[in-house]
């Protein structure tokens, strides 16, 4: 018997499933752990994983700046610094696991090797490669038990893909992340983790803004950072955090041991 209420019960089920894949995140109960989130390229991460339904811890050496994160739905934050090793250990033992991992820390040492101090070597490669190793280290262990894990890494277009002028430290250290993720994608992809790092051009961020300033003709420095731009722009952090996203999401889910490059063709 057709009833004149079963093209409404229909309706009704159709619209109320569009609505929910509208609703749905594209992160929806990830648990996801990154550094270096209280301002820059991970904070306005940790703010897109948060809105497509993470469960963001956001961890930053900055306990003040990492406050103006307090209060958004899906982030915790917690003070952690990523070359501290009993400081990841810690963090690590938090979490039963964790879906996604996000190491973002990272420094600007400006020189050419002329420049550069063994104290300028030891500390940028301590920054920002040797807290990667501590960071992939803690919370491996955690991802292999599961079979299922994602490594995100922050290396640079400034590195093994570009030569840039006064970044001889730099380089060196995000040239040997792109080979550390690597590694790890290797390794243990038959293990169910994946491993990438992005490799961005120049991004609009706080340290960006404070290295020009620190320049001795800040004037000229923004000119000099503008002129390398072939897109005529620089890049946003909101930006990078699309590609984060993506690269945390199962959309990605076919991508390991890459070097996602958001550069707006400055190594052309
Ligand atoms: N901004 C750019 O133009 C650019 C370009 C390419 C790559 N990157 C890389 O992206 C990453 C983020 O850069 P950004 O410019 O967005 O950030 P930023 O330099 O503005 O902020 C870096 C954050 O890292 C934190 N931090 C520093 N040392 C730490 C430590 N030991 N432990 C924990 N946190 C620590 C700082 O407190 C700060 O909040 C870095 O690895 C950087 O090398 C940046």
């Excluded at 070359?83 to 600007?108: I, R, S």
């Excluded at 890494?153 to 893909?161: G, W």
Aim: with cysteine; charged share 25%; net charge neutral.
């Amino acid at each position: 018997n057709f009833s004149v209420y079963e093209p409404c019960v229909v309706m009704l089920f159709f619209y109320t499933f569009r609505f929910l894949l509208k609703t749905m995140g594209r992160l929806d109960g990830k648990v996801i752990v990154l550094s270096a989130a209280a301002q820059g390229i991970g904070k306005a991460s940790a703010i897109a994983f948060a809105k497509e339904g993470a469960q963001v811890t956001a961890t930053d050496i900055n306990g003040e700046k990492l406050k103006e994160l307090d209060g958004i739905p899906g982030i915790k934050t917690k003070v952690v610094d990523v070359t501290k090793k009993d400081q990841v250990g810690a963090l690590a033992k938090d979490f039963d696991y964790v879906d996604v991992l996000f190491n973002v820390a990272g420094f600007v040492h400006h020189g050419s090797i002329l420049e550069c101090e063994e104290s300028d070597w030891d500390f940028t490669m301590n920054v920002n490669v040797r807290s990667m190793y501590l960071m992939i280290k803690a919370f491996l262990p955690k991802m292999l038990a599961r079979k299922s894990g994602n490594i995100i890494n922050m290396a640079s277009v400034a590195s093994s893909i570009k030569g840039v002028v006064n970044r001889c430290v730099y380089s060196t250290s995000k040239a040997a992340i792109i080979g550390l993720t690597k590694s790890v994608a290797a390794d243990f992809l038959e293990q169910g983790i994946r491993c990438n790092c992005i490799c961005p051009g120049t991004v609009d961020t706080p340290s960006l803004r404070q290295r020009i300033q620190d320049r001795p003709d800040p004037e000229q420095a923004f000119k000099d950072f503008m002129a390398r731009q072939k897109s005529g722009r620089l890049c946003t952090a909101e930006e990078v955090a699309h590609l984060s996203v993506y690269l945390a999401s199962d959309e990605s889910a076919y991508v390991t041991g890459t070097e996602a490059i958001i550069d707006g063709g400055w190594r052309l």
